[in-house]
């Protein structure tokens, strides 16, 4: 997150649509490939799958630090590493997360949101983590920070290993395209999961899309802040996402979920429309800290719903679909704030995003039920 855009931003100082571009291309696979990420995985074993996945994205991060460091590093390698780890990242996610329904299961039985909350807070300890490194880049350079990537993702490998066997639980044989349009279904015609994928369609797009493009552009050509700047933004970010994450965890079962999701996202756009003001640098930082502690709380309890609402057969095409709306959103908010930046400025376009979201928002709590959406309508779903 802070290397990649570092490398595009500063170390070749790439203009505002280039980086739209280039973020873009990191995120783009997610549009194509995610549902049939989704769809694989139900009829896949999703631990063998996650291991193959971790050893492969091992390999990218090694290639581009041997470019990078024989002195060949241009703007089209990185869009092709880009492209490649996003590609990997579109199978990993709708694997991963409906590994996580099975693990969680055996260890906190019917509470899946104690254990959604604990595994999204120990993920963003390590983005923080990986953020408080990548800081470090204009010292140790990127090639050591590539090859430690590489190192961190055999571990990975490592780790699912001593995971047990995620066989699927739909042995019957069907068409990809068909398991695919299946799972979309599913979405569509269920009044939870629908308005959530929606909502966190729109934060990828007018949130995501921001955070990747017009946070770098802030800190580099306003503020002047270089890779060390990209990495106290995202600190100040996470660092709000991991104390909300564990301060739901501290305060157990939420009950009016839907509401608590929909207010997170209002002050997203409230905090979004902020930052386009021009102030300092610390309190552009304040507010990206805030900005975390809601989008800790939205992507927690979204996570819970779609977990529970999800039916078990069709778990990781749900889920790969929720992922679609989340991160298939980035790239086209990244390709769209890139290019209103080039008409506009840094910080109209902040504005514009905030008002769009805050449109959206108001869409979705008068036509469907998102703000009503409780923990016994999602225990109720047929899921």
Known sequence: MVLFAWLVTDVLDER??????????????????????????????????????????????????????SGELQYEWLIVYGLIMGSLSAF????????????????????????????????????????????AAAVTGAPALLALQSVVMLSGAFMVRKLPPAPPLDREPSHPLSDMRDGIAQVARSPILLPVVLGMFAVGVLYVGSFMVLLPLLVTNYYDGGATG?????????????IA????????????????????????AVILFLIGVPAPFFVMCILCFAWG?????????????????????????????FQLGFAGGGPIGAFASGFIVELTSIHTAAWISAGVMVLVLLTLATTTRLVSITSDDVAASPA
């Open 16 to 69: 505002a649509f280039r980086v739209g571009l280039a973020q873009t291309a990191l995120m783009a696979p997610s549009l194509l490939f995610m549902i049939f990420g989704g769809a694989f995985a139900d009829r896949s074993d999703t631990r063998a799958v996650l291991i193959r996945l971790h050893c492969a994205a091992a390999l990218p991060p090694l290639a581009l630090a041997l470019i990078i460091f």
């Open 92 to 135: 990993a996610i709708p694997a991963r997360d409906s590994l996580l329904s099975t693990v969680a299961v055996k260890a906190f039985g019917e509470d899946i949101q104690r254990a959604v909350t604990m595994a999204s807070g120990v993920q963003f300890l390590g983005q923080l983590g990986g953020i408080i490194v990548a800081g």
């Open 230 to 242: 990209i990495s106290i933004v995202n600190i100040c970010f996470w660092g709000g996402t991991i």
């Open 245 to 268: 994450t564990f301060a739901l965890l501290r305060f157990g079962h939420i009950h009016r979920r839907g509401l608590i999701m929909t207010c997170s996202l209002t002050s997203g």
């Open 293 to 321: 502690l809601g989008a800790g709380t939205s992507m927690t309890m979204s996570r819970t719903i779609v977990q529970l609402a999800a039916p078990p057969t069709h778990r990781a095409r749900v889920l790969s679909i």
